[in-house]
C-alpha cells in the first residue's frame, strides 16, 4: 500500500517560515490535500489539489508538490498555527485514501 | 453552512456490534460521496471508509474490511458506520467527513468534517 511519510515534528518561532515535508514514491503525479488539526478539534482542510485554499484559509499557507515531496508551507508562523498537519492522497491501484504520519508544528 | 453532526459512539465490549450515524446538512447531500476517518486516542488520522453519492461503491480499509459497513439514506440526509466483531484497537474518535467532487469517484480531499464521536472497546 502507499505510504506517506512525514517529519514528526517541525519548530518555528513566530514570524518566521514553517515548511512541513511529505514523502511519497511519485507523489508529485498525484494530487496532495492537506489537514490542520487544533488539540481536541477536527482536521480543517487548508490546501487542496497540491496548491489550492479553501475559501477563509489565509495566504499564509501554501502548497507545492513535485518528484518524491509535497510540502505544506506556511509563512509568518503565528501562535494560532500550532497544531498537527497531514497530508492526504489517493491511491487507485488500492481504491484507499492515505494519510501521512502527521507533524506536530511548534511555535516557539 | 456544511454540518455533519456524528452521534452513537460509547463504551462497548470487545466482539460487539455498534452503529454510527452522521446527519448532514447545509448542503446537497444526495450528490456528495461520504468518507469515515478515525483517530485512536494520541495518534494520526486512518481512513476507514467511502460510500459513493449514490451508494453504488463503497471502499474500505483493510484494518476493518468484513466487520465495517458503510451505508447512506438520502431521502433522510444520514450516513451510518456498522461496526460488528469490535475490538480493543479500533477504539477511536470516529469523524464523517465530505468530498467535495460532485458524484465523484472518492478520489478528492475531504472539505469538511464533523466534530467526531468516541467509541471506546474495553471490557
Known amino acids: 500500500s502507499y505510504v506517506l511519510t512525514q517529519p514528526p515534528s517541525v519548530s518555528v518561532a513566530p514570524g518566521q517560515t514553517a515548511r512541513i515535508t511529505c514523502g511519497g514514491n511519485?507523489?508529485?503525479?498525484?494530487?496532495v490535500h492537506w489537514y490542520q488539526q487544533q488539540p481536541g478539534q477536527a482536521p480543517v482542510m487548508v490546501v487542496y489539489?497540491?496548491?489550492d485554499r479553501p475559501s477563509g484559509i489565509p495566504e499564509r499557507f501554501s502548497g507545492s508538490n513535485s518528484g518524491n515531496t509535497a510540502t505544506l508551507t506556511i509563512s509568518r508562523v503565528e501562535v494560532g498555527d500550532e497544531a498537527d498537519y497531514y497530508c492526504q492522497v489517493w491511491d487507485s491501484s488500492s481504491v484507499h485514501q492515505v494519510f501521512g504520519t502527521g507533524t506536530k508544528v511548534t511555535v516557539l | 453552512q456544511v454540518q455533519l453532526v456524528e452521534s452513537g459512539g460509547g463504551v462497548i465490549q470487545p466482539g460487539a456490534s455498534l452503529r454510527l450515524s452522521c446527519a448532514a446538512s447545509?448542503?446537497?447531500?444526495?450528490?456528495?460521496?461520504m468518507h469515515w476517518v478515525r483517530q485512536a486516542p494520541g495518534k494520526g488520522l486512518e481512513w476507514v471508509a467511502f460510500?459513493?453519492?449514490?451508494?453504488?461503491?463503497?471502499y474500505y480499509a483493510d484494518s476493518v474490511k468484513g466487520r465495517i459497513t458503510i451505508s447512506r439514506d438520502n431521502s433522510k440526509n444520514t450516513l451510518w458506520l456498522q461496526m460488528n466483531t469490535l475490538r480493543p484497537e479500533d477504539t477511536a474518535v470516529y469523524y464523517c467527513a465530505k468530498d467535495p467532487c460532485r458524484r465523484g469517484a472518492g478520489d478528492c480531499s475531504l472539505d469538511f468534517w464533523g466534530q467526531g464521536t468516541l467509541v471506546i472497546v474495553s471490557s
Open positions: 460510500i459513493r453519492f449514490d451508494g453504488s461503491n463503497k
Open positions: 489539489d497540491d496548491s
Open positions: 447545509g448542503f446537497i447531500f444526495k450528490d456528495y460521496g
Open positions: 511519485n507523489i508529485g503525479s498525484r494530487r
